[in-house]
C-alpha cells in the first residue's frame, strides 16, 4: 500500500488549472498550460527538459511566487484549497542552489530557524533538530559555521532544515545532484524515512531519474512548450517503449538511454589537438607538495598534491563531499592562494603575466585559466545574459562577438541574450556560467559539477563541446560525480579523500 493509499491527514492536496507563470522581463512563459491534481501523501517525480517550468512549478507551489514577485500569472495554483502564500509551513522547499537557502552562521541554528518561525515548542525544535540532521547524514556539531561546509554539506543542511518544519508537502528542487554516489542514496532513503513517518505529500525534481523511480507513485513529465507531456506511475512512464522513445526526444533522462555525443576523444581517430598521436600535451599548470584551505587561517583541506596540467588534457576531480574537491579547483584556477607548496604555470601559459596564477590580474587571469563555480549566480554581474557573455571578452580585451554568438548557440542560449541572469533556470545558468568562461577562449578550464541541472539533450551537447576543447588543445579540469560525464571526457581521473589526492590514468 503506498503513501497515497493512507495519506497523513497533515498531507497536502495539489491542484492547479491552466496554471503558468511568466518573469518579468521575459517574453516566454516559465510554464503554462498546467493542469494537475495530486492527491494528499502521493509521491510524484516531476521531471522535463531545461527549462520547462520544473522550478517555477516548485516555487508557485512554495507560495513564492505572487504579489510580492514581479510577473505575471495565469490560471489558478492551490493547496488544499487555499493559495500557496496562504498555507504558510505547510509547503517546504528545498532550493536548487542551496546556498541561497542558508540563513544562519551555525548549523544547528540554520536547521531550527524555520520550525522557529512556525512557532513549534522550544523542547520539540531541538528534537526535530537532531532528527533532521541524523536523517540527512550530517554528522557535525551544532555550532559548526555554515560557511565552512562544502557545497554538498549545504545541500545536507537544506535539506535538513525543510525536513525540521515536517511540512505537509515537500518540495525539492535537485536534492542530490552535488552529492558523492553515498550521499545520494542517504539523501533519497532520508525522504523516504521523513515521508512513512509523517505521511506528506512529496513533490521532487531529479533530471537523473533512476535514484527516484522506486520511491514515487507517479511521474509527471511537463512539455517545453506548457502542459504536460506524459503522466502515469513509473511502470507505465518509463518502461513503455513508445513513451520512453518521446522523452528521449524531448531531452529528458530516461533510464537505461544514455545520450549520443559527438566530437572526438584525445588521442582518438581525427584528434586534431596535441595529444592527437597520443603524445601528452605540453604542461600548462604544475603543482608541487600544494596545500589547499578554503580560508587563510582555516585547516588545510588537502596537501601534498603534485600534479601536471597539460594541454590537451581532460581531468576528472573526484571524491565523497567535504573532502575539498572544490577548494584543490579554485587553487588551481588561480583564485585561491596555496597554503604549501607552488603552483606554476608554464611560460606558454603565463606570457608577461608572470608564473604565479594567484598574483594575475583579473584580466589576465580570465584568458588563461576560466572558473566556472559550482554556484552559477556567484559569477553573473549583469543584468541580461547577452551583456554576461560580453563582459569577460571586454573586460579582458578580446571582445569577438562572432565566438561569443556561436557559444551561446551551442548552449543553447540565444532565445535568452534579453533575459536577466537570475530568471533562468537552473540548467541554464549552469550553461550560461561554463558559456561566460568559454567566450574568453582560456587555454585552462575548471569546471566545478558542470553538468548540474542539464537534461540529456544539453549534457549531451555540453559534453561534445567539451570534448572538441580537450582535442583543441584545451585543458578541462572537471570536479564531478557524474560518472557517466567522466567516462565521455575521458582523461584521468584526480581522486580526493581524507586530505590527499590519488591519480588515477585511465
Same mark, same amino acid.
Given at each position: 500500500?503506498?503513501?497515497?493509499?493512507?495519506?497523513?491527514?497533515?498531507?497536502?492536496?495539489? /491542484?492547479?488549472?491552466?496554471?503558468? +507563470?511568466?518573469?518579468?522581463?521575459?517574453?516566454?512563459?516559465?510554464?503554462?498550460?498546467?493542469?494537475?491534481?495530486?492527491?494528499?501523501?502521493? =509521491?510524484?517525480?516531476?521531471?522535463?527538459?531545461?527549462?520547462?517550468?520544473?522550478?517555477? *512549478?516548485?516555487?508557485g507551489l512554495a507560495g513564492l511566487l505572487g504579489s510580492h514577485d514581479e510577473g505575471e500569472q495565469e490560471g489558478e495554483l492551490l493547496l488544499d484549497g487555499a493559495h500557496p502564500a496562504a498555507a504558510r509551513g505547510r509547503a517546504g522547499l528545498v532550493l536548487q542552489d542551496p546556498?541561497?537557502?542558508?540563513?544562519?552562521?551555525?548549523?544547528? $541554528?540554520? !536547521?531550527?530557524?524555520?520550525?522557529?518561525?512556525?512557532?513549534?515548542?522550544? $523542547?520539540?525544535? +531541538? &528534537?526535530?533538530?537532531? /532528527?533532521?540532521? $541524523?536523517? !540527512?547524514?550530517? $554528522?557535525?556539531?551544532?555550532?559548526?559555521?555554515?560557511?565552512?561546509?562544502?557545497?554538498?554539506q549545504k545541500q545536507r543542511l537544506a535539506l535538513a532544515s525543510v525536513l525540521?518544519?515536517?511540512?505537509?508537502?515537500?518540495?525539492?528542487?535537485?536534492?542530490?545532484?552535488? @552529492?558523492?554516489?553515498?550521499?545520494?542514496?542517504?539523501?533519497r532513503d532520508a525522504v523516504v524515512r521523513v515521508l512513512e513517518r509523517t505521511g506528506a505529500t512529496l513533490v521532487v525534481v531529479e533530471h537523473r531519474v533512476a535514484v527516484w523511480a522506486d520511491v514515487v507513485d507517479r511521474v509527471i513529465v511537463l512539455d517545453a512548450g506548457g502542459g504536460v507531456l506524459a503522466d502515469g506511475p513509473p511502470g507505465t512512464v518509463l518502461v513503455q517503449e513508445d513513451t520512453r522513445a518521446r522523452l528521449a526526444a524531448a531531452g529528458v533522462w530516461v533510464p537505461g538511454r544514455q545520450p549520443a555525443v559527438g566530437g572526438t576523444m584525445?588521442?582518438?581517430?581525427?584528434?586534431?589537438?596535441?595529444?592527437?598521436?597520443?603524445?601528452?600535451?605540453?604542461?600548462?599548470?604544475?603543482? &608541487?607538495?600544494?596545500?589547499?584551505?578554503?580560508?587563510?587561517?582555516?585547516?588545510?583541506? *588537502?596537501?601534498d598534491l603534485a600534479l601536471q596540467v597539460r594541454a590537451g588534457e581532460a581531468l576528472g576531480i573526484t571524491g565523497p563531499n567535504g573532502a575539498g574537491k572544490s577548494t584543490v579547483a579554485l587553487t588551481l584556477g588561480g583564485l585561491l592562494r596555496p597554503r604549501a607548496g607552488t603552483l606554476t604555470a608554464s611560460p606558454g601559459l603565463a606570457g608577461e603575466a608572470g608564473g604565479d596564477p594567484?598574483? +594575475?590580474?583579473?584580466? &589576465?587571469?580570465?584568458?588563461r585559466i576560466g572558473s566556472v563555480f559550482q554556484e552559477p549566480e556567484h559569477q553573473f554581474l549583469t543584468a541580461s545574459v547577452a551583456d554576461e557573455l560580453a563582459f569577460g571578452p571586454r573586460q579582458a580585451g578580446v571582445a569577438d562577438?562572432? /565566438?561569443?554568438?556561436?557559444?551561446?548557440?551551442? @548552449?543553447?542560449?540565444?532565445?535568452?541574450?534579453?533575459?536577466?541572469?537570475?530568471?533562468?533556470?537552473?540548467?541554464?545558468? =549552469? =550553461?550560461?556560467?561554463?558559456?561566460?568562461? @568559454?567566450?574568453?577562449?582560456?587555454?585552462?578550464l575548471v569546471l566545478d559539477e558542470p553538468t548540474f541541472g542539464q537534461d540529456a539533450g544539453t549534457w549531451a551537447e555540453l559534453v561534445t563541446l567539451l570534448r572538441e576543447l580537450v582535442a583543441d588543445g584545451v585543458a578541462v579540469l572537471s570536479v564531478t560525480h557524474d560518472a557517466d560525464y567522466i567516462a565521455a571526457l575521458g582523461g584521468s581521473t584526480l581522486h580526493i579523500s581524507g586530505g590527499a589526492g590519488r591519480l588515477v590514468s585511465r
Open positions: 500500500m503506498t503513501a497515497a493509499d493512507m495519506p497523513s491527514p497533515g498531507a497536502v492536496r495539489v /491542484r492547479a488549472r491552466g496554471w503558468g +507563470w511568466r518573469h518579468a522581463g521575459r517574453r516566454a512563459f516559465a510554464a503554462r498550460h498546467l493542469d494537475l491534481d495530486v492527491r494528499p501523501g502521493e =509521491r510524484v517525480l516531476l521531471l522535463g527538459a531545461s527549462g520547462a517550468g520544473k522550478s517555477t *512549478v516548485l516555487h546556498e541561497t537557502q542558508v540563513v544562519l552562521a551555525r548549523v544547528g $541554528d540554520e !536547521v531550527a530557524f524555520a520550525a522557529e518561525n512556525l512557532a513549534v515548542p522550544r $523542547d520539540e525544535i +531541538w &528534537q526535530r533538530v537532531g /532528527r533532521a540532521l $541524523d536523517d !540527512v547524514g550530517l $554528522d557535525l556539531p551544532l555550532d559548526h559555521p555554515t560557511t565552512a561546509l562544502s557545497g554538498g525540521a518544519m515536517e511540512p505537509g508537502l515537500l518540495l525539492l528542487d535537485e536534492p542530490t545532484a552535488n @552529492l558523492d554516489p553515498d550521499g545520494v542514496l542517504e539523501v584525445p588521442g582518438g581517430p581525427g584528434s586534431s589537438g596535441p595529444d592527437a598521436s597520443g603524445a601528452a600535451g605540453e604542461v600548462l599548470l604544475s603543482a &608541487q607538495g600544494l596545500g589547499v584551505a578554503r580560508t587563510r587561517r582555516g585547516p588545510v583541506a *588537502v596537501q594567484f598574483r +594575475w590580474r583579473s584580466a &589576465q587571469l580570465v584568458q562577438p562572432a /565566438r561569443i554568438g556561436a557559444v551561446a548557440e551551442r @548552449l543553447r542560449l540565444t532565445h535568452l541574450l534579453q533575459a536577466n541572469p537570475f530568471t533562468l533556470s537552473g540548467g541554464e545558468k =549552469r =550553461r550560461l556560467s561554463v558559456a561566460t568562461m @568559454l567566450a574568453t577562449a582560456p587555454r585552462v
